[in-house]
């Protein structure tokens, strides 16, 4: 019967996922077939509502393809664990550069193995031995940003370029060790550029196969030997902790290279919001401005630059999470049925009143508050075994950034408009663009 429905219907389409839902006899979830990626560009709220109405998990399409919505950061966390093995992460597929592939599709002894090694080299002193130089990447674009003369309508564009060499030089950094203005950086920041020149590539060619090799191989070269050849500060870097343990191997190596490919356009993403809301809310900058970094908050609370980064993730940089169905699984009565896709949200949770009142206000005191919501109220990372390691580093880096803007800067926006749906994320209005008031000296 199954061999009959594969032959006569495309595995990920309506009519299979109808079809497994009669050899099943479990309903598919409710809800109309709604076309979600043509529906949601046009309104960003459609899958609160769709949850008010029919229920947390409901069916719809997007790309002419079966999809099921769960709505709800404890339902989700439940579907992770209870059918983790049946789950697929969808990623890249980066098996035919680095054995194993992408740390985030692993399953089983090989994803805690390499999850483990790679949380031990994340360290919060390496992130303070490299503020000098992440200061100086982010100063030194905005410098350029703010004085090179142009018209309006070239802000947009051109933020968006500075925000990626920030991010891009940052990861670069805090990932391999190599300091800004070396020629070591310089090297590793032209390859990125041959291995993505205009954004993240889904489907690998033989550019990225090229540019991925020639990074492998000068940071092996480089930064990958006896610890007394290394460039000076690599040992202040995650690649520098992975040498020094022994663990670093090719599939390590090939997840550091991607994760940085990956984050930089995550990164400036994210900057791309820190600079919307720090123009749109100059007092709150003004107030990061004469905020002391120097002075380590009381235990339990957060500085307000951190507290502003951390609203902004939940307004607008935590989305969702994508898996597959690798078989036919049973949730809360109803059929996620085999190669469906299953959106597991986190923006919507994150505007729930009970937890964030006023959900849609920007408010970072939120997060000034001496308890933190809980995991089931606030998630910006993921969930659990899946959860991002790189979560403090995302904001010790966003904080950073912030804070050299706000000494620096007022921006002013340029241009705005509502939210767009982007290719991996929603962002500004493609016209957002700002212009960069020197700040008056900070006394």
Known sequence: M??????????????????????????????????????????????????????????????DEFW???????????????????????????EPLFPKGF??????????????????AIRGEDLAANRRGLDAIAADALARYATQPRAAEDSAADLIRTLNAIASGMLIQIFFGAQFGTPQFERVLAGYHRLGPYGLVWNLGPQQHAAFAEIRDFLLAEFGGAATSHPPGAEASILGQLVREGTLDATLLGNL?????????????????????????????????HEDASKVPPTGRRSLAEAFVIETLRMDQSERLIRVAQRDLVFEG???????????????????????????????????????????????FGLDAHQCPFGDLAIGLSVIFLRALARAYVPAS???????????????????????EPRPPIT
């Open 2 to 63: 199954l061999k009959k429905l594969r032959a006569k219907f495309p595995r990920r389409s309506v009519a299979y996922a109808r079809a497994r839902a009669l050899v099943s006899r479990h309903p598919l979830p409710p809800g109309d077939l709604v076309r979600l990626d043509v529906i949601e560009k046009n309104d960003r709220t459609f899958l609160l509502r769709r949850a008010t109405e029919v229920g947390p998990i409901f069916k719809a399409i997007a790309w």
């Open 334 to 380: 109803w059929l996620i049925p085999k190669h469906a896709t299953v959106r597991i949200c986190l923006w919507e949770p994150h505007k729930s009143p009970a937890t964030f009142p006023e959900p849609f206000r920007f408010d970072p005191a939120r997060f000034l508050a001496e308890k933190d919501p809980g995991a089931d109220q606030f998630a910006p």
């Open 257 to 289: 290279i991607y994760m940085v490919e990956m984050g930089r356009y995550d990164t400036y993403s994210l900057f791309r919001w820190l600079v919307k809301y720090a123009a749109d809310h100059p007092t709150l900058l003004d107030a990061i401005a």
């Open 103 to 120: 740390l985030r599709q692993m399953q089983g002894e090989d994803h805690r193995r390499y999850r483990k090694a790679l949380q031990r």
């Open 68 to 94: 099921v919505c769960i709505v709800g950061l404890e339902l989700g966390r439940r579907l992770l664990r209870e059918h983790a093995d049946a789950l697929r992460p969808v990623t890249l597929k980066l």
């Open 414 to 436: 340029l241009g705005d408009g509502l939210p767009v749906k982007g290719a991996f994320h929603w962002e500004p209005a493609s016209r957002f663009g700002v212009k960069l």
